[in-house]
């Protein structure tokens, strides 16, 4: 994963090659280090398209098709995604700092060395994804859907979950300890191979034991 992740646009190894872009988005379009500078896109087609050491900054989408898109080494800055469609996309060697991701369907998806910092993510679809040395990094998950997915070396410190699903997903390596709040609506399902304190451990007995169909009840 990335080990820093830039907090300036100047920061980045690419900045003094971006291009500002202009015009609507285009499905299967490969955008060469450019930089998409606010602006508002509104139920477009990018589907297929790459992006390449691209920069997004204070951009809203909303509705907007990116159905089996390519981010590599792209860097996202507060923007606003709603309603889009992400599904099959792939993301790898990115950053996603100060946004929010609302109504995203993004199953079936790669995340590969992602970090995602002060993001809230809200009703989003990751089942089936496949998400690799990713970061969620004090961000707030709610009712975010990571059900049958791969989650490989993923880590949320800082971070508030949710409704947060896990039924059927596979984890390995997945670190948990950091998490500022724990709602795991299906309880035990899921957490083989996750990293859990003490303490969280004794927070999500109830919901263990709920699941497993035990009554807890003192004299």
């Known amino acids: 994963m990335p080990q820093r992740v830039p907090d300036r646009l100047e920061d980045l190894p690419y900045a003094d090659h971006l291009l500002p872009h202009r015009g609507p988005l285009r499905a299967d379009e490969r955008y060469d280090t450019v930089h998409f500078d606010g602006g508002e896109y509104t139920d477009q087609s ?5 992006f390449l050491e691209c920069a997004l900054t204070g951009v809203a989408l909303s509705g907007v098709k990116l159905r089996k898109a390519r981010f590599n080494e792209a860097w996202v800055q507060a923007g ?29 998806s790669a995340l590969r060395r992602v970090v995602l910092r ?17 970061v969620f990094e004090d961000c707030l998950l709610r ?10 070396n993923v880590s949320f410190p800082g971070s508030t979950l949710e ?16 998490a500022v709040r724990l709602d795991l609506p299906d309880g035990h399902q899921g957490l083989r191979g996750a990293l859990l304190s003490s ?11 709920q699941a497993l169909g035990i009554t807890v009840q003192d004299d």
Do not use: M, Y
Not at 46 to 50: E, L, N, R
Not at 143 to 152: I, K, M, W
Not at 199 to 209: G, K
């Open 46 to 50: 990018a589907v297929g398209a790459t």
């Open 80 to 108: 606003r995604w709603v309603a889009c469609d992400l599904v099959d996309s792939e993301w790898q060697d990115s950053a996603v700092t100060g946004g929010v991701l609302a109504g995203i369907a993004a199953h079936g």
């Open 118 to 134: 002060g993001c809230k993510l809200e009703a989003v679809n990751l089942r089936a994804a496949v998400l690799r040395d990713v």
């Open 143 to 152: 009712d975010v859907d990571f059900a049958e997915a791969r989650l490989t």
């Open 163 to 178: 409704e947060v699903h896990l039924r059927g997903a596979t984890l390995t390596g997945v670190d948990l300890r950091g």
């Open 199 to 209: 303490t969280q451990l004794l927070e999500l007995a109830p919901q263990f034991a």
